[in-house]
């Protein structure tokens, strides 16, 4: 296993050079440079700090919520690994297999939940790749039973900040590390492919993200904060949102898993209908140098 964790670990998450695909999107501003909206600096200047905005901040909550569970995942499958005895063996089986099951439907609403953040059908395959890369690629990096669990529970491929979130909680980052890795990736992946595609300077495009320094750290900070504000349905308490009560949900939702629902309905939602445009458009290119 990697002995690569916390701060070095999230410098090879953000490292566009780590080989899960990333370098094969361009977040939308290869369809903006097609239709004339980018066609230089100061152009992606104001599409970088529109999409950190917006798509930025969503994808840096939802890594968050993701590194948050992801940690609760794996006190979840220790505390069903410690039995008793032998004798003890069929009810820790018992034990585990109802956590795993648990473990399952919380990976898949939080995948939900990043579905129903994105609007466009295109952005969503596209997002569900780039999950399914990383989490081949980070699971040989950083082996952990919370990446198997996620891959159990989307075999379809989860979208890419809730993979991000579940690796990094692999490699030893906190929800603050995976909100930030996520931000930096919104706009680092778009100003490298302007850089390819209008052949623009690649000190200044730098430049560009060095001025957005500031920004990216107040994305990641209002993304983790958005998990505290959360509320349970009728105020239903619980201290850390992987708490369980065991109750059954009701038909208002409340009961298991009320803790986690309340803290995801939170996060933030902000729209952007120009990128759906964009990544929709960039299906019908017929001369299109990325994926999305």
């Known amino acids: 296993m990697s002995a690569v964790k916390g701060d070095a670990a999230l410098l090879l998450l953000a490292d566009s050079r780590l080989p899960a695909g990333g370098h094969a999107h361009s977040g939308g501003v290869e369809e903006a440079v097609r239709l004339g909206a980018v066609t230089?600096?100061?152009?992606?200047?104001?599409?970088?700090?529109?999409?950190?905005?917006t798509s930025g901040l969503v994808t840096a909550a939802?890594?968050?919520?993701?590194?948050?569970?992801?940690?609760?995942?794996?006190?979840?499958?220790?505390?069903?690994?410690r039995g008793g005895g032998a004798d003890a063996g069929a009810d820790a089986g018992a034990d585990a297999d109802a956590a795993g099951e648990q473990v399952t439907a919380l990976w898949r609403r939080l995948d939900a939940e990043a579905d129903a953040r994105t609007a466009s059908p295109a952005q969503r395959e596209a997002v569900r790749t780039q999950g399914r890369l990383l989490l081949r690629t980070a699971r040989r990096m950083w082996p952990s039973a919370a990446s198997d669990a996620l891959v159990r529970a989307v075999p379809e491929g989860p979208h890419h900040p809730v993979a991000l979130g579940a690796v990094a909680a692999a490699a030893g980052c906190g929800p603050l590390q995976a909100a930030l890795a996520a931000a930096y990736a919104t706009v680092t992946g778009p100003a490298t492919a302007a850089v390819r595609l209008l052949g623009l300077d690649p000190v200044a495009v730098h430049r560009l993200l060095a001025d957005l320094a500031p920004a990216l750290d107040e994305?990641?900070?209002?993304?983790?904060?958005?998990?505290?504000?959360?509320?349970?349905?009728?105020?239903?308490?619980?201290?850390?949102?992987?708490?369980e009560s065991g109750e059954e949900p009701d038909d208002r939702g409340t009961g298991r898993h009320a803790g986690w629902r309340a803290a995801w309905r939170a996060l933030p939602g902000h729209g952007a209908p120009a990128l759906d445009l964009l990544a929709e458009g960039h299906l019908t290119n017929p001369a299109k140098l990325f994926v999305s």
């Not at 230089?40 to 905005?53: E, I, K, N, V």
């Not at 939802?62 to 690994?81: P, Q, T």
């Open 40 to 53: 230089g600096t100061d152009d992606l200047a104001r599409f970088l700090r529109g999409r950190l905005a």
């Open 62 to 81: 939802l890594a968050a919520a993701a590194c948050e569970l992801a940690v609760s995942e794996v006190a979840l499958g220790s505390a069903a690994g």
């Open 219 to 243: 994305t990641a900070h209002a993304a983790c904060d958005s998990l505290a504000d959360a509320v349970p349905l009728d105020d239903e308490p619980y201290g850390e949102p992987y708490e």
